[in-house]
Structures are given as structure tokens and as C-alpha cells.
């Protein structure tokens, strides 16, 4: 069974950057099979949003609230999609998830925390 495994995350300050990653785990499959991977994140108290994505080609799409501060790139050799978040802002806080399809199936990691204080 794939799975997706997102790490990185942590406490940083305002102004701060760090770099999340998103693997593939369970399987020979590799994450380079997915035509498109997603970052979401999860604020307290709101809904999910939609923050990058990548697809098989190299073409990225963004939220408007993180252009020009987040890159999201892959790296085939390393079968890892990454989440590069600089200027970080307490707006930034809550769990990040990656997603992608594979096959039939829509897969989701479990989440990696992330904390920006002011």
C-alpha cells in the first residue's frame, strides 16, 4: 500500500523559512509516477486550502497568499516533492498535507505541523 509521507515541519519566527518534504513509502511505485502533487494546509478553525502544485511536467500553480514566499519542486533522484516556505507568517501556522493521485486512488499524508510565531 502507498503512502505518502509528509516531514519538515516545526516552530519558526516571523520572517523565518523551512523546507517541507513529501516521499512516498509502502511501495516500489515512486512518488515520480504521480502526475500531480499537491500541498494543502489546515489552519485551526478553517477549512483546508489548496497552497501549490506541481505536475509531471515542472509547471507550478500557487495560492495567491503564498506566491513570490513558497516553491514547491520535485526531485526525481529522490523520489521527493519539497515545499520551500520563506517569509514565513503566523498566518502561514497549521498542518500541511501533500496529495496526489495514483491510479483510482487519492492519496494523503498525515500531516506535518507547522508554527509561525510573531
Known amino acids: 500500500q502507498v503512502q505518502l509521507v509528509e516531514s519538515g515541519g516545526g516552530l519558526e519566527q516571523l520572517g523565518g523559512s523551512l523546507r517541507l518534504s513529501c516521499s512516498a513509502s509502502?511501495?516500489?511505485?515512486?512518488?515520480?509516477?504521480?502526475?500531480?502533487i499537491s500541498w494543502y494546509r489546515e489552519a485551526p478553525g478553517k477549512e483546508r486550502e489548496l497552497v501549490a502544485t506541481i505536475i509531471s511536467g515542472g509547471s507550478t500553480k500557487y495560492a495567491d497568499s503564498v506566491k513570490g514566499r513558497f516553491t514547491i519542486s520535485r526531485d526525481n533522484a529522490k523520489n521527493t516533492v519539497y515545499l520551500q516556505m520563506n517569509s514565513l507568517k503566523p498566518e502561514d501556522t497549521g498542518v500541511y498535507y501533500c496529495?496526489?493521485?495514483?491510479?483510482?486512488?487519492?492519496?494523503w499524508g498525515q500531516g506535518t505541523r507547522v508554527t509561525v510565531s510573531s
Open positions: 496529495n496526489g493521485p495514483l491510479g483510482p486512488h487519492d492519496l
Open positions: 509502502g511501495s516500489i511505485l515512486s512518488i515520480n509516477v504521480m502526475a500531480r
